[in-house]
């Protein structure tokens, strides 16, 4: 089995279509995609109706590794010592209830092109839900781990759009019975003992890696997601 890992750091939906298209040529047998995350952080919540197109200079931009290294640098030692953002769950009943309402459109529209793309590709084609520790029970340790994004510093908003972000994948594959691999259903079992794989809200630890990678193996094989090997293959 050959596996080409295709993630770039800081890519979102948008980008990662173009990343499947340079991966035609290898034509792989399975894809497996986790995206949303930079979705999320990097939302408009007052444009969801009008997606954008990255321009070719954040394109550019996303491939750099001196971009990469600056915004692990930032997010990882930067923002983590800045003074402690309120993550209290205080908030209008009327402004929560609108905040519900939220369709990531763009992001909905590009998991439906990914389908397609594998499709068009016959290749077979796996999502992973989105995986935190975040969540209303979670420890004062764990909370000041958490990294708001730009617009937010509120908890339960970043918490509704976690959930409406995962929603919003499973309803897609759901539509074409595309197998999901329930990343955070795996987290939850765990309790607050999650919080242990994770240094902020959505990226892990080398045990936490260990405990998504075994769970996913586990997952392809459960689903017969791979091609047979003949029993000579060394």
Same mark, same amino acid.
């Given at each position: 089995?050959?596996?080409?890992?295709?993630?770039?750091?800081?890519?979102?939906?948008?980008?990662?279509?173009?990343?499947?298209?340079?991966?035609?040529?290898?034509?792989?047998?399975?894809?497996?995609?986790?995206?949303?995350?930079?979705?999320?952080?990097?939302? !408009?919540?007052?444009?969801?109706?009008?997606?954008? #197109?990255?321009?070719?200079?954040?394109?550019?931009?996303?491939?750099?590794?001196?971009?990469?290294?600056?915004?692990?640098?930032?997010?990882?030692?930067?923002?983590?010592?800045?003074?402690?953002?309120?993550?209290?769950?205080?908030?209008?009943?009327?402004?929560?209830?609108?905040?519900?309402?939220?369709?990531?459109?763009?992001?909905?529209? !590009?998991?439906?092109?990914?389908?397609?793309?594998?499709?068009?590709?016959?290749?077979?084609?796996?999502?992973?839900?989105?995986?935190?520790?975040?969540?209303?029970?979670?420890?004062?340790?764990?909370?000041?781990?958490?990294?708001?994004?730009?617009?937010?510093?509120?908890?339960?908003?970043? #918490?509704?759009?976690?959930?409406?972000?995962?929603?919003?994948?499973?309803?897609?594959?759901?539509?074409?019975?595309?197998?999901? %691999?329930?990343?955070?259903?795996? #987290?939850?079992? #765990?309790?607050?003992?999650?919080?242990?794989?994770? %240094?902020?809200?959505?990226?892990?630890?080398?045990?936490?890696?260990?405990?998504?990678?075994?769970?996913?193996?586990?997952?392809?094989?459960?689903?017969?997601?791979?091609?047979?090997?003949?029993?000579?293959?060394?």
């Amino acid at each position: 089995i050959e596996i080409i890992n295709g993630g770039v750091m800081g890519y979102n939906s948008k980008l990662v279509l173009s990343r499947m298209q340079e991966t035609l040529p290898f034509n792989p047998d399975l894809y497996i995609i986790y995206i949303g995350w930079n979705d999320l952080y990097g939302a !408009n919540l007052y444009s969801y109706s009008k997606p954008k #197109l990255p321009s070719e200079w954040v394109k550019w931009l996303h491939k750099s590794y001196l971009y990469q290294m600056l915004r692990q640098f930032i997010f990882t030692e930067i923002l983590p010592k800045l003074p402690h953002l309120n993550w209290s769950k205080n908030r209008g009943d009327q402004e929560i209830a609108e905040f519900r309402k939220l369709v990531p459109l763009e992001y909905r529209d !590009n998991l439906q092109d990914m389908i397609q793309i594998a499709r068009l590709n016959q290749s077979r084609i796996i999502f992973v839900t989105l995986g935190t520790f975040m969540s209303a029970e979670m420890t004062d340790t764990a909370g000041k781990m958490i990294i708001f994004p730009w617009w937010e510093n509120n908890l339960e908003k970043l #918490l509704i759009l976690h959930r409406i972000y995962n929603e919003t994948l499973k309803s897609v594959t759901a539509q074409d019975s595309i197998p999901v %691999f329930d990343f955070q259903a795996k #987290l939850d079992i #765990l309790g607050i003992e999650k919080e242990k794989l994770f %240094f902020d809200p959505m990226h892990l630890y080398c045990d936490g890696y260990k405990f998504f990678g075994g769970n996913l193996a586990d997952f392809i094989i459960s689903q017969k997601l791979l091609p047979e090997i003949s029993g000579d293959a060394n």
